[in-house]
């Protein structure tokens, strides 16, 4: 006889203690716990939206960042800038925190439909990881209001690209690429719906990107996916749903290590981070849910109004 935990029970049990967890530090938070928050009392005692409205916010905005593969984090930061008017510090830094919540949940999600692709992410991640930390210490010091600017002109371009790319995708992420380079990875992906994803990657490129990448993760407080995705699908032409789902595990990851200088600093506002991260925490399980049922040009669409809107706060 055979022990051991089956998958479905593993995923079942993992969102079990997420929930249970993330609800009594919630609580903790509402009655203002003194080492819950790094300023003292919730805003929801002074005149702040109810936790009701956050953690529902933050239910659309998990489900919309999951099904895109971003977490979320270009539409937590002007949301919580609208509610709250924070310094860009404590905004940057409580966003990071909503963020890692929503791509840890996702990411459990998509690693319960296999779609995943492991080697890769983990690659990314880690090349990122240092940009990621020093990001958060070198945030403060920084005046970002031009830089915003140029990158809002950026992401609309970038929103322009993808938009013309994606009538070319369908064609390769049908093709396995037989044809590519021997340094390329052959990937070979079965998800648990019996769909089948091949293709090859350049990993030495996608490590280079992540290099550059990790810092924007921690100084926009954006998480890094609205850079992820394009560049899993349009420079490593990674299938979309897997491009997606692989984004979700690079962006949990290195989130948790551009949030830890920040929570070692005192920036994160953990009582507001908590009620929209419970939030998240359900709408990237029903997003992770809903993905597998809409087309992978519907969701490219989805990601290219995200960057457009974040253009958008960014220049006005």
């Known amino acids: 006889m055979k022990f051991?935990?089956?998958?479905?029970?593993?995923?079942?049990?993992?969102?079990?203690?997420?929930?249970?967890?993330?609800?009594?530090?919630?609580?903790?938070?509402?009655?203002?716990?003194?080492?819950?928050?790094?300023?003292?009392?919730?805003?929801?005692?002074?005149?702040?939206?109810?936790?009701?409205?956050?953690?529902?916010?933050?239910?659309?905005?998990?489900?919309?960042?999951?099904?895109?593969?971003?977490?979320?984090?270009?539409?937590?930061?002007?949301?919580?800038?609208?509610?709250?008017?924070?310094?860009?510090?404590?905004?940057?830094?409580?966003?990071?925190?909503?963020?890692?919540l929503n791509a840890l949940s996702g990411t459990i999600g998509y690693a319960y439909q296999k779609r995943i692709d492991y080697k890769g992410g983990s690659k990314f991640a880690l090349a990122a990881l240092p940009g990621a930390g020093v990001?958060?210490?070198?945030?403060?010091?920084?005046?970002?209001?031009?830089?915003?600017?140029?990158?809002?002109?950026?992401?609309?371009?970038?929103?322009?690209?993808?938009?013309?790319?994606?009538?070319?995708?369908?064609?390769?992420?049908?093709?396995?690429?037989?044809?590519?380079?021997?340094?390329?990875?052959?990937?070979?992906?079965?998800d648990r719906f019996g769909q089948s994803f091949g293709f090859a990657v350049d990993d030495q490129l996608g490590i280079y990107l992540n290099l550059l990448l990790g810092f924007f993760v921690g100084f926009l407080g954006i998480g890094g996916g609205v850079f992820q995705v394009p560049i899993l699908l349009f420079v490593l032409f990674y299938p979309a749903h897997i491009a997606t789902a692989t984004s979700h595990y690079v962006t949990a990851l290195t989130c948790l290590f551009a949030v830890l200088p920040h929570v070692f600093l005192g920036n994160v506002f953990f009582d507001e981070a908590l009620w929209m991260g419970l939030g998240v925490v359900v709408g990237a399980q029903l997003g992770a849910w809903l993905s597998p049922k809409l087309q992978s040009r519907l969701i490219i669409y989805l990601f290219i109004i995200i960057i457009l809107v974040f253009a958008v706060k960014l220049l006005f």
Request: hydrophobic residues 55%; charged residues 10%.
């Open 135 to 190: 990001s958060g210490f070198v945030h403060h010091r920084f005046d970002i209001q031009i830089f915003d600017a140029i990158f809002g002109v950026f992401l609309i371009l970038l929103a322009v690209f993808c938009f013309i790319n994606v009538r070319r995708m369908g064609r390769r992420e049908a093709l396995p690429r037989p044809e590519a380079p021997a340094w390329f990875r052959r990937v070979s992906v079965a």
């Open 4 to 100: 051991g935990l089956r998958p479905a029970w593993t995923y079942q049990n993992l969102l079990r203690v997420s929930f249970v967890v993330l609800g009594a530090l919630c609580l903790l938070a509402m009655f203002g716990v003194p080492l819950m928050s790094a300023r003292g009392p919730s805003s929801f005692n002074y005149g702040g939206p109810s936790p009701l409205i956050v953690m529902l916010i933050g239910l659309a905005i998990g489900c919309y960042g999951t099904v895109v593969g971003i977490g979320g984090g270009p539409l937590i930061v002007p949301v919580l800038f609208f509610f709250y008017g924070w310094e860009t510090e404590f905004l940057v830094a409580t966003s990071l925190m909503i963020v890692f």
